[in-house]
């Protein structure tokens, strides 16, 4: 229920995530407004305009606030696990023959599509818990283990309940495109056709899409391919993001910046002709350490090309029961710096800010600004760096989301 009377929070640092000159937007004896929802005012204590100073104070014992995380990619809908594929791996096989023998994605295809409605989201729910219990307050969900119309649908229903009867925003992506059913086998076109004129329009009309995805490799889909994919997608108005040069370079990036792409993720293999499209669409770079770590690849993506250019880096934990079974923001960021070399404060603008500029919602979240959602963490650190910097310990003190604020 939304806040009637305003709480004005105090004893605080703000990490406001605000671009600037100062590191994370760093506020000393900071003070929040809150009200509908929505925060009034996040700055200096001393300067809370005088409406609000008779109005209702909580001492927050000075914790650290932050804008609440926000995870752009994940696959949290799903039915069984791969486990033993995690045993295959370590034992020598590659992710690309795990998935030409009938495993990886397929694998979860098979169980999911077994999986009642109401199973898939009893099970998703302690996953989507993991992530409110460490300071989420927005999460993007994907389908793509479906591969069928009814399966797609009921993946996405789920990801719309779990939005409804979770203190969580849950942003849906279509990702039908995402493997050859086997119903296709060597019939990849005959399957975009069919995503095109039947699966996509369908779960457009019952409003369970938010933006489109696919996966752009040779294992999967290809350039031309995905391209008809996001034709049909923006001729229902509808934005799109790509998997893209994850094994391999097939420009996926360069043709998701043609379209104008929320974002373009994974980019292991990203070149600068890539890199060079996305900053001048304006399209966001997701960077997926979790994927990196379980399949222990060796290629970095392109940081330092993506800082140069100006691309804005989210991150996310790209939680999925195979090749990232990541359940941890938090560790999602300390992982962004141990393995990519990122610092403290890029990981914290990847899972605020930059999270909510790949998601296309930087105007109503992300920052501590006046205006924005009332999404907010209360963490107990003495500084916003810590959050990256240990491994398996959650600082949480408080969450504050939208309309509960």
Not at 259 to 276: P, T
Request: hydrophobic fraction near 45%.
């Amino acid at each position: 229920m939304t806040r009637d009377t305003a709480l004005v929070l105090t004893n605080l640092t703000l990490a406001t995530m605000v671009a600037g000159n100062a590191p994370y937007g760093l506020v000393e004896d900071g003070a929040i407004v809150l009200e509908g929802g929505r925060i009034l005012y996040a700055g200096p204590k001393g300067l809370l305009p005088d409406d609000f100073k008779g109005w209702e104070h909580e001492d927050c014992g000075g914790a650290v606030a932050t804008p609440a995380l926000i995870d752009c990619h994940t696959h949290l809908v799903y039915g069984g696990n791969r486990a033993k594929e995690f045993e295959l791996r370590l034992n020598g096989a590659s992710y690309a023959e795990i998935a030409k023998a009938g495993g990886g994605i397929l694998s979860t295809v098979t169980a999911t599509r077994a999986a009642s409605e109401e199973a898939l989201f009893e099970a998703a729910l302690p996953r989507i818990h993991s992530f409110i219990d460490e300071g989420t307050g927005t999460i993007e969900i994907k389908s793509g283990y479906g591969l069928d119309l009814e399966t797609e649908l009921k993946m996405l229903r789920v990801a719309r309940r779990l939005g409804l009867e979770c203190p969580i925003d849950v942003v849906t992506t279509f990702l039908a495109a995402h493997a050859i059913p086997p119903e296709y086998k060597g019939n990849a076109d005959g399957y975009i056709d069919w995503i095109c004129t039947e699966i996509l329009p369908a779960a457009h009309a019952e409003g369970l899409v938010d933006a489109v995805d696919a996966f752009c490799e040779n294992i999967a889909f290809d350039a031309v391919q995905v391209s008809r994919v996001f034709e049909k997608a923006a001729a229902l108005g509808i934005p799109v993001k790509l998997h893209a040069e994850q094994l391999s370079n097939l420009g996926g990036a360069a043709l998701a910046a043609g379209f104008k792409a929320l974002s373009a993720d994974h980019l292991e293999y990203l070149d600068q002709a890539g890199v060079s499209a996305m900053a001048a669409a304006g399209t966001a770079a997701v960077i997926l350490p979790g994927a990196f770590y379980t399949l222990r690849e060796t290629k970095l993506p392109p940081l330092q090309e993506l800082r140069e250019a100006g691309v804005p880096i989210a991150i996310a934990t790209d939680c999925n029961p195979g090749s990232s079974p990541l359940f941890s923001p938090l560790l999602a960021m300390n992982m962004a710096c141990t393995l990519f070399r990122m610092t403290p404060e890029e990981a914290l603008v990847g899972l605020t800010r930059n999270g909510a500029l790949a998601l296309g919602k930087l105007e109503d979240r992300g920052t501590l600004e006046a205006g924005k959602r009332a999404d907010i963490a209360l963490w107990d650190v003495e500084s916003p760096g810590e959050l990256a910097y240990r491994q398996g310990y959650n600082p949480l003190i408080r969450r504050f989301y939208g309309d509960d604020a």
